[in-house]
């Protein structure tokens, strides 16, 4: 079974705190991606990596920046918290035709 | 650039009628792949069924079809005869498929309730 783990499923951070979010899979899949679900808005794309160093922006990349060093790990970093990424993220990895596999998700609290 | 639209925030639907959500996409990539996923209360996203755009019959997958209408880019979910568990948030999603930046973009999500 493909699985992709979350570093933390809750998270507390202050503002102005850096944040770093990790995501590991387990089944060298190119494509990994970060999403914020807010509700009435669905998933929106921060960012995402089709390989090792590669990165694109989503439709919200703003305050956000990633790092994916390895094949199996995508980063996700707020470098300054604010009150308004207090959000669930998802991460997810694709395969084949494009089914994704998430993780179980972080709920983030910026105070 | 894609976009997926759902336009029914949420949805009611008595247990054993079939019930369909709506999803309309836009996209200029020649070869794309269409999703449903699948958010009961727990929180995992769970994949329920994919179309490609150059398949030639509507995709299924036991109770659940996909009504794919490629002129009037919409790919619809039918649930058949509903059970109290399919209650959950239903997402389309679409990525393009001719290259190796797969974007995979989500709509906004029905939320679909059976009743008893």
């Known amino acids: 079974d493909v699985k992709v783990t979350q570093s933390s499923r809750y998270l507390v951070k202050r503002t102005g705190e850096k944040v770093f979010l990790e995501c590991v899979q387990d089944?060298?899949?190119?494509?990994m991606f970060w999403y914020r679900q807010d509700p009435g808005l669905g998933l929106r794309l921060i960012y995402f990596?089709?390989?090792?160093?590669?990165?694109e922006k989503g439709d919200i990349p703003e305050g956000y920046s990633v790092s994916r060093e390895k094949k199996e790990r995508f980063s996700l970093i707020l470098e300054s918290a604010s009150t308004n990424q207090t959000s669930m993220y998802l991460c997810?990895?694709?395969?084949?035709?494009?089914?994704?596999?998430f993780g179980q998700g972080t709920r983030l609290t910026v105070v | 650039a894609q976009k997926i639209t759902q336009t029914q925030p949420g949805m009611f639907v008595q247990e054993k009628e079939a019930v369909t959500l709506d999803c309309t996409y836009d996209?200029?990539?020649?070869?794309?792949?269409l999703f449903w996923y699948k958010q009961p209360s727990s929180g995992e996203m769970i994949f329920l069924i994919y179309?490609?755009?150059?398949?030639?019959q509507n995709a299924t997958e036991g109770r659940y079809s996909l009504n794919f209408q490629k002129a009037r880019k919409s790919a619809n979910l039918v649930i058949s005869a509903s059970q109290l568990g399919d209650s959950a948030m239903y997402f389309c999603?679409?990525?393009?498929?001719?290259?190796?930046?797969?974007?995979?973009?989500f709509g906004s999500g029905t939320r679909l309730q059976v009743q008893p």
């Open positions: 997810a990895s694709i395969v084949g035709q494009g089914i994704a596999f």
């Open positions: 179309q490609g755009s150059y398949d030639q």
């Open positions: 990596s089709y390989d090792v160093k590669m990165k």
């Open positions: 089944m060298d899949h190119e494509n």
């Open positions: 999603a679409m990525s393009p498929m001719d290259t190796g930046r797969r974007a995979l973009t």
């Open positions: 996209t200029s990539d020649p070869s794309y792949g």
